[in-house]
């Protein structure tokens, strides 16, 4: 739903342009749409000292209105003393940039709405000092300062004037989105438009392999989920979930599933041929749906899924859940925060020397292939990377040694985006030495990884050793940034947050905030993979991409 904001903007310090641009364009996406009428949903003023005469009397119009207006960014700081007379609050003085703790205070389904986990955000921000906060005055979020909590979001219910003093760089993106989503539910506080009690969404699952489980957890963790309802045709894993997640009901039959009306959502996780016919049938049935990767087998598919959502209204999103691994975490940072320069080359790797596995994954006609298991992953990360538009895609496929499985033994495809960048990944099962997982290049430095060979140490019944060695694709890759002039830097990896996709979905459904993976991503990513297979039949010829050509 839309809601209309004025924003009002009087002096700049370096750098506000920037970040200003970045949360206003947040702000549209989650469906607050800027305008310059009287009779707006509530005003933003962002100044370091002083406003102009027309930005006084807009302001001077909301306040007689009862319209909320939030003093954001350096505004608190600037003493416009009568919006600071109706926010409540005296101030004293900024402190350096530094990396804060933001935790929210005030009610425990705002608390919940802020931080699912109980965990604090970090932002790099100056953080300003209150001298005196008056009582009547929510406090909604503190940073410390020494041994004293500082106010940094509050909202004085009497005056209808709020204040979110949070100033983070442009240069560190991240950030801004934090401050951004801050700022939105913050918005939504204050309008009344979230529950004060928010009744967490139930979740059905339809499978229960080793990722169905993940979500299971997933739910059974976060407060905005409830696991409801599971569904195998495994009765040994029916009775596995049952022990393990007390209460949730089991059936072998989906449709029981579907005539859930105490289901929310459904998350997907059948193999990939039969992904787009349950992601129909589960919103046709009136209910979300998550769909484990690959969206889809083809394009037709994905769009068909797609023109559901759009009919019905309901949400489809595909788990993407390599988005949050803590090596492709630690590059999107530095890419996006401009470390390496312009990044113009991409390779990717995934495999080693070994029989595939004899499940429907080895399956061409069930999986899609090799390239549609693990590509799935990696494709979404190159493109996340460089969402740039694609020229043409090539790919090679060799079937060479493991004729007792369909999928091919070894794939390599190659993406060409319009303004030259290229990107390569490769999946071998016949890789006896193995190439790094990311090897990227940019005009500022490098970044190259190295494997973990890694194995779990344990006493066997007789007391003996037992040694499980992993695949190397089971450890995050260690990671190196290589400078231009050749120096050399182990990178301390960002650590994830627990549950970040789930989250984001309860974040998307209940407080309408983007989620940062989308269905048109994902399906964009099956397009891509359906020129490489279309390349492979072709032996090696450039393919478009449905969508970039």
Not at 323 to 342: H, K, S, Y
Not at 378 to 399: F, M, N, W, Y
Not at 512 to 526: D, G, L, N
Request: with cysteine.
């Amino acid at each position: 739903m839309s809601r209309h904001l004025t924003w009002i903007v009087g002096d700049l310090a370096p750098g506000d342009q920037e970040v200003l641009t970045q949360l206003k364009a947040l702000l549209s996406e989650a469906g607050w749409r800027a305008s310059t009428e009287a009779s707006v949903d509530a005003v933003l003023v962002w100044t370091q000292a002083t406003l102009s005469a027309d930005g006084d009397a807009l302001i001077k119009v909301a306040q007689d209105r009862g319209t909320p207006v939030l003093l954001i960014g350096p505004t608190p700081g600037a003493e416009p003393s009568q919006l600071l007379e109706a926010a409540g609050v005296v101030t004293d003085t900024w402190s350096p940039p530094h990396r804060s703790r933001v935790r929210p205070a005030g009610p425990a389904a705002w608390q919940a709405r802020v931080a699912p986990l109980g965990d604090p955000l970090e932002i790099e921000s100056p953080i300003l000092a209150l001298a005196k906060v008056r009582e009547n005055v929510e406090v909604l979020a503190t940073a410390q300062l020494g041994l004293t909590a500082h106010p940094v979001l509050t909202w004085n219910p009497d005056g209808r004037v709020g204040t979110l003093s949070l100033r983070p760089s442009a240069t560190r993106p991240d950030d801004v989105v934090a401050v951004g989503r801050l700022l939105h539910l913050a918005l939504r506080q204050v309008l009344a438009i979230d529950p004060d009690e928010t009744t967490p969404l139930v979740v059905g699952l339809l499978g229960f392999g080793a990722i169905g489980a993940e979500h299971a957890r997933a739910a059974d963790a976060l407060s905005g989920l409830k696991l409801g309802a599971l569904c195998d045709r495994s009765p040994a894993r029916l009775t596995e979930a049952g022990q393990l997640f007390a209460g949730v009901t089991t059936t072998g039959d989906p449709a029981d599933l579907l005539a859930d009306d105490s289901l929310d959502v459904i998350v997907v996780s059948t193999p990939p041929d039969s992904h787009a016919h349950w992601a129909d049938r589960v919103m046709a049935a009136g209910k979300d749906v998550i769909v484990e990767k690959p969206f889809a087998l083809t394009v037709e598919d994905s769009d068909r899924v797609l023109a559901t959502a759009a009919r019905t209204g309901r949400r489809a999103v595909v788990y993407q859940n390599r988005r949050f691994d803590p090596d492709f975490l630690t590059i999107a940072r530095m890419v996006r925060d401009g470390d390496l320069g312009e990044v113009f080359h991409l390779e990717t790797f995934i495999g080693g020397y070994g029989h595939p596995c004899n499940y429907w994954h080895s399956d061409e006609s069930v999986s899609g292939g090799a390239l549609y298991d693990w590509g799935s992953h990696v494709i979404d990360q190159v493109l996340s990377l460089h969402p740039g538009r694609i020229a043409h895609v090539t790919c090679i496929e060799h079937k060479r040694k493991w004729h007792d499985v369909t999928n091919a033994d070894h794939t390599s495809m190659s993406i060409r985006f319009v303004d030259g960048t290229e990107a390569s990944f490769v999946h071998s099962d016949l890789a006896a030495a193995l190439k790094p997982r990311w090897y990227l290049l940019g005009t500022g430095g490098a970044i190259t990884s190295s494997w973990r060979h890694e194995s779990v140490l344990r006493r066997n019944a007789v007391g003996t050793l037992d040694e499980d060695v992993l695949a190397v694709t089971d450890s995050p890759p260690m990671l190196s940034y290589v400078d231009t002039n050749g120096s050399e830097t182990t990178l301390t990896q960002i650590v994830p947050e627990p549950h970040a996709f789930h989250r984001q979905f309860v974040d998307a459904v209940r407080h309408e905030w983007p989620m940062a993976v989308t269905a048109v991503q994902s399906r964009r990513v099956v397009a891509v993979m359906e020129a490489a297979r279309s390349s492979a039949r072709a032996g090696g010829a450039p393919i478009s991409v449905d969508g970039d050509a």
